[in-house]
Nanobody, 124 residues
Framework: QVQLVESGGGLVQAGGSLSLSCAAS????????MGWFRQAPGREREFVAA????????YYGDSVKGRFTISRDNAKNTVNLQMNSLKPEDTAVYYC?????????????????WGQGTQVTVSS
């Protein structure tokens, strides 16, 4: 079993930055594609970013391209989401997820493990 724990959420003003971290345990971290998703009240869970096991390929949702950066440190079993130029529309609970492989990186159903989420609130 893999356990994922997010941290780093909080309240920031529009235009500010925030960095989220996800710590993984209980599995072979480097063997998983890692992703970030977010969900705002009344909305579907939205793909934010993903990174392959080696960190060589990254993917981003259209709404965050150019503003967010995903990275991973396999030695530390962590994945990071650096969020810059934050907008009120970015307000959501952000979830870290791990996929064993296969399927589409942007589809929540293809991820096997999920963290509990961390709240990000961007004030206008």
């Amino acid at each position: 079993q893999v356990q994922l724990v997010e941290s780093g959420g909080g309240l920031v003003q529009a235009g500010g930055s925030l960095s989220l971290s996800c710590a993984a345990s209980g599995g072979a971290f480097s063997a998983y594609v890692m992703g970030w998703f977010r969900q705002a009240p009344g909305r579907e869970r939205e793909f934010v970013a993903a990174i392959t096991w080696s960190g060589g390929i990254t993917y981003y949702g259209d709404s965050v391209k150019g503003r967010f950066t995903i990275s991973r440190d396999n030695a530390k079993n962590t994945v990071n989401l650096q969020m810059n130029s934050l907008k009120p529309e970015d307000t959501a609970v952000y979830y870290c997820a791990a996929a064993r492989g296969g399927g589409y990186y942007y589809t929540p159903q293809n991820y096997n493990y999920w963290g509990q989420g961390t709240q990000v609130t961007v004030s206008s």
